[in-house]
């Protein structure tokens, strides 16, 4: 069906390189700083693309240092790295990592594996980000997104042990959904505390897992490297976790005191920290829409 030309609607993001004495866009110079900036970068790309069911030709400019492409002609040779925060998120193609943070090149240290769990090329590559970026890196953040497919895979399997058996033999994948497992073991028994043993039976109940095991699995990475690799001597940097929600493009975070969970959070810091995680995860108005949903059907 042919679109009349007044109702085109048009997003341009549009990374910008000025010649400049300064900073394009100064780095931050603290954690808290780092996750003032990743917060309110995802908001903004979200926001974004609200607007543009209201208006047209809407633009987002994203800064960019010159020398981050090594144009700069004072320097020689190539740039020298130096990325504030350190990102593990999914291989998923929809979450394009710099992209939902509104960040440019030279701005984050990528590492992108399926299910983002600490594999040991994972772990590998965080450790070289803490050791040698250190000047600059002030944030390590564990992104998981919505209806992430290794996490729904070990959800199914939990679901349906007979399952297991179709991928019994294929290490590569047992690698991954072996650890998620663990984590989906974890969520179930919480919401069944929380909501009783009719839960299981819940029309809504397999989609409410899935995503309290996303957001579980995340917190539960940022915990391992905040204890694995930040160290007392690190006190600058911190570790951090959240969900890409591909629905909304926010990022979700469910902690105490907050229902909505919006933005990325720090994650629990001991066993009672985790009971209280797991009360909020359950308790969030994203798992109740999910449970509520299912029930009406
Ligand atoms: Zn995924």
Redesign the pocket.
């Known amino acids: 069906m042919a679109v009349a030309e007044a109702d085109l609607k048009t997003v341009d993001i549009i990374y910008r390189y000025e010649a400049r004495d300064t900073a394009a866009r100064p780095l931050p110079m603290d954690s808290d700083a780092a996750l003032r900036r990743l917060n309110g970068g995802n908001s903004n790309f979200a926001a974004l693309l609200d607007h543009v069911k209201h208006e047209s030709g809407i633009q987002q400019i994203i800064l960019v240092d010159p020398g981050d492409l090594g144009l700069d002609p004072s320097v020689a040779g190539a740039p020298k790295q130096r990325p504030f925060a350190a990102v593990l998120g999914?291989s998923?193609a929809r979450v394009p990592i710099e992209l939902i943070f509104n960040e440019g090149p030279n701005d984050l240290f990528v590492v992108r594996v399926?299910?983002n769990g600490l594999g040991t090329e994972v772990l590998g590559s965080l450790k070289y980000a803490v050791d040698h970026l250190g000047g600059t890196l002030k944030l390590i953040v564990v992104l998981g997104?919505s209806g992430?497919?290794?996490l729904t895979t070990a959800v199914d399997v939990f679901l349906n042990p007979g399952d297991y058996l179709a991928i019994a033999a294929q290490h590569s994948i047992r690698n991954i959904l072996d650890r998620a497992l663990i984590v989906v073991q974890a969520s179930a028994t919480r919401l069944l505390s929380a909501f009783g043993d009719g839960v299981t039976r819940n029309p809504g109940y397999r989609q409410a897992l899935i995503e309290a095991s996303i957001v579980t699995n995340a917190a539960l990475s940022a915990y391992s490297i905040q204890q694995e690799f930040i160290s007392h001597d690190l006190q600058g940097l911190q570790a951090v976790y959240g969900v890409y929600v591909l629905e909304t493009r926010e990022v979700w975070a469910p902690r105490s005191g907050s229902i909505k969970g919006g933005g990325l959070a720090s994650p629990p810091r001991d066993l009672a920290g985790f009971a209280a995680f797991s009360d909020a995860v359950v308790q969030s108005e994203r798992i109740a829409s999910y449970l509520n949903s299912g029930a009406s059907d």
């Open positions: 999914c998923d399926a299910g997104h992430c497919g290794a």
